[in-house]
């Protein structure tokens, strides 16, 4: 049987040349021969590898060789996001895992103070989370709340596994808001060390950040920041 240890390297090495850029859509990879013969590995493993990054769209294969797939890879968007909670469903996209990083009551800073309308020194709800699909990370994010939400629902303040599972459908339900007005705000730029770190990424790599509002007549219900790494698309679909 292939080595897990040697297949698990082989595809982690893969993946983080391409998310990188280093690879860029259309490269060729090396044979499997060559990678075989570069991880001293049984040509099984290596093909186990490169199955792993087919599956999961990194690469495709033709007869004339192996490639970096021209499709990037999806992501959710907020929008869509927001279509799952109000479905009551995961904020997460299909695959994708959670890991929440911080939760706690915080003066804010004073850019988000501002968007909640709050009077000096009040507090808010801060929510740092990491999602991916298996050692991928596909999206860093912070969401902000209004503090008495977190009475309300008490996992708002809870960074234990599996705690981030459908949460802002849970605050909707107990706060008995309904998002009226939703907004999503976008730009590319390069990661700081904070961003870069989470992603995996080298300080300066390219990135999609942007931000979302969901609201109601009564103010900021979700306020979220987030960033993608590379080669991460978001789309909308729109009738004409």
């Known amino acids: ?12 090495h893969f993946r983080e040349r391409i998310l990188s850029g280093e690879l860029e859509p259309g490269a060729k990879l090396p044979t499997n021969r060559e990678i075989a013969g570069q991880w001293q590995a049984a040509a099984a493993t290596v093909s186990r590898a490169l199955q792993a990054l087919q599956v999961e769209n990194f690469i495709r294969t033709t ?12 992501t959710l968007s907020a929008r869509d996001r927001l279509a799952r909670v109000q479905r009551v469903k995961s904020f997460l996209a299909e695959g994708e895992t959670s890991r929440v990083t911080a939760a706690e009551l915080i003066t804010p800073p004073l850019y988000v103070a501002e968007i909640f309308d709050l009077e000096p ?12 699909r298996g050692k991928t990370r596909t999206v860093f994010a912070v969401n902000w709340y209004p503090a008495p939400f977190a009475a309300l629902v008490p996992d708002l303040l809870n960074t234990a596994p599996g705690r981030n ?29 904070r961003e870069a770190s989470a992603l995996g990424l080298p300080v300066g790599s390219p990135i999609l950040a942007g931000a979302h509002r969901w609201s109601d007549a009564e103010g900021i219900i979700e306020y979220g920041e987030w960033c993608l790494p590379p080669r991460f698309t978001i789309g909308y679909e729109y009738q004409p």
């Open 1 to 12: 049987m292939p080595s897990p240890k040697t297949f698990t390297k082989i595809a982690d």
């Open 63 to 74: 007869p004339r060789g192996t490639y970096v797939a021209d499709d990037p890879r999806w």
């Open 121 to 132: 020194g009040d507090q808010v709800v801060r929510r740092e989370w990491l999602a991916g």
């Open 165 to 193: 599972h459908g949460l802002s459908a849970r605050v909707l339900e107990a706060t008995g808001r309904t998002i009226t007005h939703a907004r999503d705000d976008m730009h590319a730029r390069p990661a700081d060390a």
